[in-house]
């Protein structure tokens, strides 16, 4: 038969804890795990991602024949589906112009031919950071016709104070008109 | 000796910051998912 166990009296301090900062204590991580759960439920009930990397691409193979960068702009692929081939570069992005009817869905794929640079489509959820040698991408469905402004916001240098990252900018008409081009 | 008094200012300003925060938050969330899905 074994021995029993002694018990040792412990050296600790008692570690009184207030009512008050029990409850902060505890409402914390009841507001972390409540936020932890919603943006769970942002990403897979919702469908709202952050941007991944398509695939990568040599920034030096970007305008070879048979790149779609080569020969950027709106495709469509079905009736109210489209892919936007997008090249940014200093200080612009091509094409910096889309029309897409009301209703439309739009996959963007956007690269750097030089630096890194920002693609974010206003009163959208698209925002991505654009690097040369990547492909990023992600999908917007637009059912609010307007003018959307797509601009860089990854600083990415100026030549002067009227031409630069700030004059780095493009627009998104989503028309009532069944039409698409760009 | 008498036990200090629970600071009732501090308390009054961490669930002011609590409720802002959740505000604020929760403010930023919900226009995201109006924003709809972009996956």
């Known amino acids: 038969m074994s021995e029993p166990i002694a018990v040792e009296e412990s050296n600790l301090p008692d570690l009184h804890v207030d009512w008050y900062e029990a409850t902060w204590m505890r409402l914390s991580v009841i507001m972390m795990v409540i936020f932890l759960l919603a943006v769970i439920a942002a990403s897979t009930a919702f469908g709202i991602q952050v941007p991944g990397a398509f695939r990568r691409i040599k920034p030096d193979e970007v305008m070879a024949k048979g790149s779609p960068f080569a020969d950027p702009g709106l495709r469509e692929l079905a009736p109210g589906k489209y892919e936007a081939y997008i090249r940014a570069a200093t200080w612009s992005f091509t094409p910096n112009e889309i029309h897409v009817p009301v209703g439309s869905t739009v996959t963007f794929y956007v690269t750097s031919l030089d630096v890194q640079h920002g693609f974010k489509i206003m009163d959208t959820n698209i925002n991505m950071?654009?690097?040369?040698?990547?492909?990023?991408?992600?999908?917007?469905?637009?059912?609010?016709?307007?003018t959307y402004n797509l601009i860089c916001h990854e600083y990415c240098g100026a030549a002067s104070p009227t031409y630069g990252h700030q004059t780095m900018y493009g627009q998104i008409f989503v028309e009532e008109k069944p039409k698409a081009s760009s | 000796m008498k036990d200090p008094e629970t600071p009732k200012g501090t308390l009054a300003l961490l669930f002011f910051f609590a409720l802002l925060?959740?505000?604020?938050?929760?403010?930023?969330?919900?226009?995201?998912?109006s924003r709809g899905a972009n996956q």
């Open chain 2, 21 to 33: 925060t959740i505000v604020l938050w929760g403010t930023t969330y919900l226009t995201m998912l």
């Open chain 1, 129 to 146: 950071m654009i690097l040369p040698g990547q492909i990023s991408t992600l999908t917007a469905h637009f059912d609010k016709p307007g």
